[in-house]
């Protein structure tokens, strides 16, 4: 896990103490896009604007979230789901998506199979 602090540094949006009002969501989103501009400087990085997407939540967080972030002056779309090395993931990392994708993908498979069945001898399919 990259760490977003300089060392020696507590981050500050991991403050208890911070009251949930107008006033402490705009210091939260704040320290967070300050600690994130130091992760991405401390360790050399940059944000691809075009492709980068940004999805973050769990099934308990009442937090409501943004359509999009602006992160480094660059506007970050907020995905419902990302596609991970194959893997649908939804934004609470539920596998639902993942599922109903596959199910699609079989289902094409078994009808294009169960077609050539009727048309291709059945040792010729055996070969695919």
Same mark, same amino acid.
């Given at each position: 896990?990259?760490?977003?602090?300089?060392?020696?540094?507590?981050?500050?949006?991991?403050?208890?103490?911070?009251?949930? +009002?107008? /006033?402490?969501?705009?210091?939260?989103?704040? %320290? %967070?896009? =300050?600690?994130? +501009?130091?992760?991405?400087?401390? !360790?050399?990085?940059?944000? !691809?604007?075009? #492709?980068?997407?940004?999805? %973050?939540?769990?099934?308990?967080? #009442? $937090?409501?979230?943004?359509?999009?972030? #602006?992160?480094?002056?660059?506007?970050?779309?907020?995905?419902?789901?990302?596609?991970?090395?194959?893997? =649908? *993931?939804? #934004?609470?990392?539920?596998?639902?998506?993942?599922?109903? !994708?596959?199910?699609?993908?079989?289902?094409? $498979? +078994? /009808?294009?199979?169960?077609?050539?069945?009727?048309? $291709?001898?059945?040792?010729? *399919?055996?070969? %695919?």
């Amino acid at each position: 896990m990259l760490d977003l602090r300089p060392e020696g540094q507590q981050s500050l949006m991991t403050t208890p103490s911070m009251a949930p +009002s107008a /006033y402490a969501d705009s210091v939260f989103d704040q %320290f %967070f896009v =300050v600690d994130v +501009s130091l992760c991405l400087d401390n !360790n050399n990085l940059t944000i !691809n604007t075009q #492709n980068g997407m940004c999805d %973050f939540r769990t099934s308990h967080c #009442n $937090v409501k979230i943004p359509a999009n972030m #602006n992160i480094l002056n660059s506007i970050i779309e907020i995905s419902p789901d990302t596609n991970f090395m194959g893997v =649908v *993931l939804d #934004n609470n990392l539920k596998w639902n998506r993942h599922v109903e !994708n596959l199910i699609k993908r079989l289902n094409s $498979v +078994s /009808y294009t199979l169960r077609v050539m069945l009727r048309k $291709v001898d059945l040792d010729v *399919l055996k070969t %695919f």
